[in-house]
């Protein structure tokens, strides 16, 4: 087993910091607190569940594996390992991360700005089209 140095240690403790608390994160959780209104410890729970509890359990399974996905997912077969790493990794992007960062900027910077029947399917396709160039 390799040792980890301290710089190391800290390294990774502020990456999974940065992970954990991102600003989604950060601006998402009040927003779902707000709009569940007397139901609020139901969805603090599931926030945390999903948010946080899976986050957990991911790293745990991965560094039980050897710290990346494709050794994860070589355990059925090579060929599921490359298929699942490239599914995954475009899941990720393109159809959850990618979406949710526009709908943050939309949401914290764009919508005060135009009027109120303003469709944010415009704003989305600039955003991509800014994004790919």
Do not use: D
Not at 23 to 48: H, K, R, S
């Amino acid at each position: 087993m390799n040792k980890v140095s301290n710089i190391q240690v800290v390294i990774i403790g502020f990456m999974l910091f940065a992970m954990f608390l991102g600003a989604g994160n950060v601006i998402f959780a009040p927003v779902v607190g707000q709009e569940a209104g007397t139901n609020t410890a139901i969805a603090m729970a599931g926030f945390l569940i999903t948010g946080v509890g899976l986050v957990i359990l991911a790293i745990i399974a991965l560094t039980k594996a050897g710290g990346t996905v494709e050794k994860l997912a070589g355990r059925v077969h090579p060929l599921f390992a490359v298929i699942f790493s490239v599914a995954l990794f475009l899941a990720l992007g393109p159809l959850y991360v990618i979406p949710r960062t526009t709908s943050v900027v939309y949401e914290i910077g764009v919508r005060q700005l135009l009027p109120s029947s303003t469709n944010h399917t415009i704003f989305y396709c600039y955003f991509l089209l800014f994004l790919l160039f």
